[in-house]
């Protein structure tokens, strides 16, 4: 009855020459209005929080370079990466970086003086300011040459990252190149100021190009190329702190992990459409920072420090569910345990595990013996053994690893370094034994 009466009234007021017929058809008209952008605010506010779990650390922009085209090119991959967070952040990305990466230097970088040879890197290093930068790789076969040897050192404080090949599939152990490389990490930390002098610098064992992360990559194709590389971590901690074993973990981790991941997919998808810029991969390597911590994950998982038994497990598990995500890899595609960049991980050095202990857990895991603090007067022929040993993994299981070792001189082993003059911005982290 009521239904009817409503129906009538609402009948009359529409009636053409009615005068409550417009201004009926303007409230209906406002509150339409309203709620469709109450609706749209909501949605919007949904839409912006769906990855604040998960995070982007960089679109790393490949492309080939020579001593005519570097300013073009270097321009160029600028443009597409402001193009790209632009496309990242209307998906619901969080704002994040963007890196360049290059053909290596040791192609195209000739016949120039070690001096001459700095200061074109630095102004490679300027032209890109606001950027990562990496003019890859200065020795890229099995050879020791004294002059690039010389050119690599002096490389110390342009910010460019750069590195050396020490394995390949191709040629195994590049022994004259681990010759190289040892004496590179030595004479670097030999330098006043800033005692972090090779975090810019890496040995290279086993290393595809088109890795996202830094110093690990380089530029190998014919075009120009793109590839992602993530801070996970935040993810995998998350999920830790609720199941708090390992068991339950794995299958907990993959379900929300391969979510993020298929999301991260389409996006890239939609950056390679709209830039012509070929989509290559994802490393879905998780990597941390500071207290977004894989050494904090463990242990929650195992719930014992970091390095006690039980991490090895935990750090196969977890590997097996970054190698397992349904997309499009590339890189180092494993587990991440960067004692410097961790701050759990640089907690637990030297107490609870050490060098070998993170070369064992490389054989489960990912990426070999990153910022890692050594002795100032551990030797060359130290440093030579250590890549030695990571050559040698890295071909015997065939997967990439790195190495970016930093004495510290004056210091020995179990002390703390621990100033913003020697570490910038890594973690407080005691020095590890060699002997």
């Not at 005068?19 to 909501?42: D, E």
């Not at 071909?395 to 004495?407: E, G, N, V, Y």
Request: aromatic fraction near 8%; charge should be positive; include cysteine.
């Amino acid at each position: 009855m009521l239904r009817a009466v409503k129906s009538k009234f609402l009948s009359k007021i529409l009636q053409e020459g009615n005068p409550m017929r417009n201004l009926f058809r303007k409230i209906i008209f406002i509150s339409a209005s309203i709620t469709m952008l109450v609706f749209g605010l909501s949605v919007g506010a949904t839409f912006a929080q769906t990855h604040m779990e998960f995070k982007i650390r960089t679109i790393t922009a490949s492309t080939n370079i020579s001593m005519d085209n570097y300013a073009q090119a270097i321009a160029g991959a600028k443009a597409f990466i402001d193009k790209a967070i632009t496309i990242t952040q209307a998906d619901g990305w969080q704002k994040h970086g963007g890196r360049i990466s290059m053909t290596p230097w040791a192609y195209w970088l000739k016949g120039l003086s070690v001096q001459e040879t700095r200061d074109f890197v630095k102004k490679l290093r300027d032209s890109a300011t606001g950027y990562g930068f990496n003019v890859g790789p200065g020795i890229v076969d099995d050879t020791y040459d004294p002059q690039q040897v010389a050119k690599l050192v002096a490389l110390y404080d342009t910010g460019a990252n750069t590195s050396v090949i020490i394995a390949s599939k191709e040629r195994g152990i590049h022994y004259n190149a681990i010759r190289a490389a040892a004496e590179i990490i030595k004479k670097r930390s030999e330098f006043p100021g800033t005692r972090a002098n090779n975090s810019g610098f890496a040995a290279l064992a086993n290393c595809q190009s088109e890795i996202p992360f830094f110093p690990g990559g380089y530029h190998n194709r014919s075009y120009n190329s793109f590839s992602i590389g993530t801070e996970g971590a935040s993810l995998f901690m998350k999920i830790a702190a609720q199941v708090k074993n390992i068991r339950d973990a794995e299958k907990a981790m993959y379900d929300a992990y391969t979510k993020e991941m298929i999301a991260l997919e389409a996006t890239a998808l939609k950056i390679e459409k709209e830039t012509g810029w070929i989509y290559e991969g994802i490393d879905t390597t998780p990597a941390p920072m500071g207290d977004i911590s894989m050494g904090k994950a463990i242990e929650d998982m195992i719930g014992a420090p970091f390095g006690t038994p039980g991490t090895l497990a935990a750090c196969a598990m977890l590997t097996n569910v970054i190698k397992k995500i349904p997309v499009r890899k590339i890189g180092y595609v494993g587990l991440f345990l960067p004692p410097m960049e961790d701050n759990v991980l640089a907690k637990r050095a030297y107490d609870y595990y050490g060098l070998n202990d993170l070369l064992a857990f490389s054989a489960v895991s990912g990426t070999g013996i990153d910022v890692l603090a050594l002795p100032g007067d551990v030797t060359v022929a130290e440093l030579e053994k250590i890549l030695l040993d990571v050559a040698a993994m890295s071909i015997k299981l065939d997967k990439p690893l790195t190495a970016r070792l930093m004495p510290f001189k004056g210091r020995k082993a179990g002390d703390l370094v621990d100033t913003k003059e020697e570490t910038g911005t890594y973690a407080p982290i005691k020095v590890m034994k060699v002997r």
